[in-house]
């Protein structure tokens, strides 16, 4: 084939490829609020005089983009470009989008099943629904409350959480593609670790290319502003920068601003822009209507949700004074049926139920819980970091459910994702592997597999572990590369920087303890060195 075929051919599949997205977009668009909003506006704009009907088309843009109606739009556009899946080919089955590798799909279904297993045991063992209308009496002493419910002690004893991160990281260390043969010399470097499945991860060099901003050369908040010579005129500027980018109201712009760090009293708005959280009175009334339904229905997942905050937050020197707020806020999570979307582009499915007395009969199953996400171990600790930055629940609860449908669901699923957790440990690995071979060696040697430390510290994207303001600017940076692979390489960052002290542990125990408080670390210069400084 000449050269000029082919480029015709990959132009051509582009504009195809463009059109599906289009297409996708303005399908998940067409019914929303901002849709309904926009017809309403452009209807309220025909009665203006400055709208002629000889060039409708054209004075209706115009008027949408001196209206800011042109930017909203522009943001939502945004926003479904960063959560929708890469298009396969386009004669590949539905399933494909959800995940392409069959083997892959076969162990998230199983452990789904499992999870799901564990909570009908928890279920029929303790003798309670899983789920059932709450009397009048309860319903108005739950309301009464409602802002109160950490004062609360409700007998949690018989409890356990479904799974914790160290189950789940066991079936990620039995995780095998049928098709690769392990056993292959040329695959020996990879099997010191615990992952061992062939999935495309970035090496050193194209990390470096992937966080270019986070170089040498640029200027952070994070580092800058804790050195000893005044940082002054960069922060001010800087500050001034994204003063500006806030009031252009670009989601596109505001994740670039942020790569760099994001100044703490523009943090709160910088995170909803990007996340195109706008909190308009009918997200307001969404969230009363989600706060109702918390009112009228007990579930079983309510009380999983009072242990994992009584086991973690209120027990974290932080995030104690947050527990009324992230009881409300997962509370309500757990009924929000507009969480079901990103099972769209999830490796995962949400769990189903049956109604009593209908096991079996598909017309009768219901998903459960109503968001189709089962708390684990140390899922409140997603909420806890954002308590900092949103005090008005309604708020609060649309940026976690953005920061969850966006980032966090990938940590606690099984996928080839590049963000998922499985890419996320080989990374990790391959960087502790390669850069820190002698290090690796001595605590494989010990019984204290790198990965069995850092796991915990990923699937929690390091909330809990890091101090708060450290935390914050690590999100800022997740947000700002719309990537969770950051998580890989300061996890690594962390390894290195505590080398020394680790060459002469002789146990697992040891090794924990010399990595048991994260809280002193100063997070952008150990990632700044690692990434940058490493010799290759």
């Known amino acids: 084939m000449e050269p000029e075929s082919e480029v015709e051919e990959e132009s051509e599949l582009e504009q195809r490829q463009l059109s599906v997205t289009i297409a996708r977009i303005v399908q998940r668009l067409r019914g929303s609020q901002l849709h309904s909003e926009l017809e309403r506006e452009a209807r309220t704009s025909l009665r203006k005089s400055e709208v002629r009907i000889e060039s409708l088309k054209e004075d209706l843009k115009e008027f949408l983009r001196k209206s800011g109606w042109e930017k909203k739009l522009q943001n939502a556009v945004y926003r479904e470009l960063n959560v929708l899946p890469e298009l396969g080919h386009p004669s590949a089955p539905p399933e494909h989008t959800k995940e392409g590798l069959m083997y892959i799909r076969r162990a998230q279904v199983n452990w789904e099943k499992r999870v799901l297993k564990s909570l009908n045991s928890m279920c029929t063992e303790m003798s309670i629904p899983l789920a059932k209308k709450r009397s009048a009496d309860e319903q108005k002493e739950l309301l009464h409350k409602w802002n109160e419910m950490g004062t609360d002690e409700p007998d ?126 009918e997200d307001s009334l969404y969230y009363e209507q989600l706060k109702s339904n918390v009112i009228q229905h007990d579930l079983l997942v309510d009380n999983l949700i009072y242990k994992d905050v009584k086991l973690t937050a209120s027990n974290d020197d932080y995030y104690f004074v947050f527990e009324d707020y992230l009881y409300q806020v997962l509370l309500c999570f757990s009924r929000d049926a507009l969480v079901l979307d990103h099972f769209n582009y999830s490796s995962a499915s949400p769990p189903k139920s049956f109604i009593k007395g209908k096991l079996a009969l598909e017309d009768y199953a219901v998903v459960y819980p109503p968001n189709g996400v089962v708390p684990f171990h140390g899922f409140a600790m997603y909420v806890a970091p954002l308590c900092f930055l949103y005090h008005e629940p309604s708020k609060l609860y649309q940026v976690f459910r953005e920061m969850y449908v966006r980032f966090f669901f990938r940590l606690h699923n099984i996928s080839s994702h590049s963000s998922g957790i499985v890419s996320l440990c080989l990374v990790f690995e391959t960087l502790i592997q390669t850069y820190l071979p002698q290090l690796f060696y001595h605590l494989r040697e010990i019984g204290a597999q790198p990965l069995r430390i850092s796991f915990k510290w990923m699937v929690r994207a390091f909330s809990g572990y890091l101090a708060t303001d450290q935390l914050l600017f690590l999100w800022d940076r997740i947000l700002g590369f719309n990537s969770l692979e950051i998580l890989a390489v300061l996890a690594a960052a962390v390894f290195a920087y505590r080398a020394e002290n680790l060459m002469e542990a002789t146990s697992l125990a040891a090794a924990e303890a010399v990595l048991a408080d994260l809280s002193t670390l100063q997070v952008m210069p150990l990632l700044q060195l690692f990434l940058f400084a490493t010799s290759n």
């Not at 066991?170 to 020996?188: A, F, H, Q």
């Not at 670790?193 to 050369?217: A, C, F, M, S």
């Not at 922060?235 to 670039?256: F, P, T």
Request: hydrophobic share 35%; net charge negative; aromatic share 8%.
């Open 156 to 281: 949690l004893s018989r409890f356990r959480p479904v799974y914790a991160p160290k189950d789940f990281l066991e079936v990620l260390i039995n995780l095998r593609n049928p098709n690769y043969d392990s056993g292959d010399p040329t695959s020996l470097h990879s099997s010191w670790g615990l992952i061992n499945v062939p999935l495309p991860v970035k090496d050193l060099p194209e990390l470096r290319e992937l966080y270019t901003e986070l170089g040498l050369n640029y200027e952070q908040l994070g580092i800058d502003d804790t050195m000893q010579i005044s940082p002054e005129p960069f922060e001010i500027e800087y500050l001034r920068l994204g003063q500006k980018v806030l009031s252009e109201q670009d989601s596109a712009a505001a994740q670039q601003y942020i790569r760099q760090g994001c100044p703490t009293t523009l943090r709160a708005d910088m995170w909803a822009l990007i996340l195109n959280v706008n909190n308009q009175l």
